[in-house]
């Protein structure tokens, strides 16, 4: 029987690249795995005795970017709005209250990211 793969060998070193950039997620609960020729999985949000409430396959390193980037600004959104006391507000409306400086500075982690993981912008 062979073995079918399911991201080519380009996709899964891009693949790499996005997942080392992200790997800072980890301390957010988010575990990113190579899971060899099935590609990598993120594992969300871990629950005793539930285990992981999301998990991901990515196949296609802009994919994984992409979603991998919502998490991180969602998190450092959630960082915000539990040091201003925000209360349970969704994060578009967080985002709005940041000042400023503060919005270009989390938007421009996104460039930073996208060279480091060598991401072409889309």
Known sequence: MKRR???TDAE???CKKVASVFSILE???????????YGFVALFYYTP???????????????????????????????YAETMNMGDIDYDQIFEKLPAQKQAELLNQQAVFRKMADIKDV
């Open 5 to 7: 793969k399911y991201i």
């Open 12 to 14: 899964h070193e891009k």
């Open 27 to 37: 301390e957010d609960d988010i575990i990113l795995l190579d899971v060899g020729r």
């Open 49 to 79: 005795p539930h285990g992981f409430d999301i998990v991901k396959t990515f196949t296609d390193s802009q994919e994984m970017f992409d979603y991998l980037w919502n998490e991180w600004l969602d998190s450092q959104l959630i960082q």
